[in-house]
DNA sequence: CTAGCTTCCTGATAGC
DNA sequence: TGCTATCAGGAAGCTA
């Protein structure tokens, strides 16, 4: 499930193989994943086009063409991006291949097909990823106590609820919340309205160095990547929280616990994460 | 305005 | 063994 830091190691993998190819031929399997245009023109706009570039914002992939146009993904929760030799047996769950100039192929799979694709013209707004909803990067300056309180208001919902708004920090998922309020010592199920000063200070210090540790510790080659298949961000070993109940908090050594916040699974500290002051 | 629910999907796993 | 139920979760869309 790729969050910022997972969809950068996407993009910094990705980009040195992708930059200066030209898309020759595009296979929609499944129209399913286009979302813009409809995915006749989508195709048809696409072949000739040369790879300029790939960016990203929050978890949006943005591949730059030649042309100025921009093609924008989003993986959602179990899209996978793969270069593959065009010999290569096509797996189950693909839903669209980029037949690319230097004989390779880009591959999109994506087992639940949540994830999308959007294709803009040159100078075309995008209006409709949701990409122009996003809230600031993780690494943003204008991300301060001040901004976050302001963000929080009166709201009485979860904190990790308000780190998952992508329209008030962009590229946060389950994950990386837990890592977040479990580094801030702050419980995920306390209420925005109520965190005091101090908890702010330290949620808006974790934020960055959070995200920026999940890219470092996903640091991986491009042979890695090729070899789980794009599958495989490790993004599990160095966690620190999310999915270790039961296991010792490496501060206090307290056994961690699982709890539900809105739907999602949270794993915390129950010492060094106390609910207290609501 | 916000909170809360549903929808989209498949596959892994649990329980009977 | 084979069935059903549950869970995993990003984000949009809906209702109250």
Known sequence: ???????????????????????EGVD???????????????????????IAGMGRRGKYLAVALDDGSELVVHLRMTGQLLVA??????EKHTHLVL??????????????RFGRFWLFAPGEPDEVSGRCKLGPEPDDAVLTVAYLKAQAGRKRKPIKELLHDQS??????????????????????????????????????????????GIEEDVMTPEEYLRGQGKEYRNAEHLRAYGREGEPCSRCG?????????????????????LTGV
């Open 99 to 112: 037949r690319l100039s230097d004989g390779a192929e880009l591959r999109y799979l994506d087992t639940r």
């Open 1 to 23: 499930m790729p969050e910022l830091p997972e969809v950068e190691t996407v993009r910094r993998v990705l980009e040195p193989q992708l930059a200066g190819r030209v898309i």
């Open 254 to 274: 307290a056994p961690l616990q699982r709890t539900k916040v809105g739907s999602r699974s949270s794993y915390f500290c129950p010492e060094c994460q106390k």
């Open 168 to 213: 008030v920090v962009a590229g946060i998922g389950n994950i990386y919340s837990d890592e977040i309020l479990f580094d801030a010592r702050v419980n995920p199920l306390k209420p925005c309205c109520t965190l005091d000063d101090e908890e702010w200070e330290r949620l808006a210090r974790s934020i960055p160095r959070i995200i920026a540790w």
């Open 28 to 50: 929609v399997l499944n129209g399913q994943v286009v979302a813009h245009p409809a995915p006749e023109a989508f195709a048809s706009v696409l072949v000739g086009r040369k």
């Open 85 to 90: 030799p065009p010999d290569a047996p096509v």
